[in-house]
């Protein structure tokens, strides 16, 4: 996530000018591909939770998961959108009034894909795991095989129902509220 960070940091400029129209299927590309890193870290820290807290701690893990995401959205909205507006940097955050925000877009998208770099780093270094060892009949897949077999479970019948029912349950709300406008 973090080199996928520093590359939208490197680019986002050419995608989002402020002259010209925006490359939104640049934009979607690698904002897609950064939430499925994202969503694939989020099954890793959740399995991996369950082997670093004891035993008696194990109920704490969906707490953590749900106050990461919290503090993760808040950072990623709120605290992004307050220190790259120019107007909220010089009313609360600076002493002298300037230009822009205290962040770019571009220095807040590097500074985080250095953080996730770092962070990494550190707890491939410091964090020591149990060995687990697999029993005698179980396979041990590489990330190609998990892919594969992620797709091969996505292409199933009732897991494309599925995939259709969430990905189309907002239409009828928008439907809806669209709807009380109109006759309101």
Not at 34 to 62: E, F, H
Not at 68 to 76: A, D, F
Not at 109 to 117: E, K, P, Q, R
Request: charged fraction near 20%; proline fraction near 2%; aromatic fraction near 14%.
């Amino acid at each position: 996530m973090g080199a996928c960070f520093i590359y939208m940091a490197s680019n986002i400029d050419e995608w989002l000018p402020e002259t010209r129209k925006p490359d939104i299927l640049k934009l979607v590309y690698a904002f897609f591909f950064l939430g499925m890193l994202a969503a694939t870290l989020d099954i890793v820290v959740d399995g991996w939770s369950l082997t670093m807290l004891k035993r008696n701690n194990v109920g704490y893990a969906s707490t953590c998961n749900s106050t990461g995401l919290v503090m993760g959205i808040m950072i990623s909205y709120i605290f992004s959108a307050f220190l790259t507006s120019e107007d909220f940097s010089n009313k609360y955050l600076r002493f002298r009034p300037d230009v822009g925000g205290i962040f770019t877009t571009r220095s807040f998208l590097y500074a985080w894909g250095v953080l996730f770099i770092l962070i990494t780093t550190l707890i491939a270094i410091f964090k020591k795991e149990k060995d687990n060892r697999l029993e005698d009949d179980h396979v041990k897949l590489n990330i190609v095989q998990n892919y594969s077999l992620i797709w091969d479970i996505l292409k199933l019948p009732g897991i494309k129902l599925l995939a259709l029912t969430l990905l189309t349950a907002k239409v009828i709300i928008i439907i809806y509220r669209y709807l009380r406008e109109e006759l309101h």
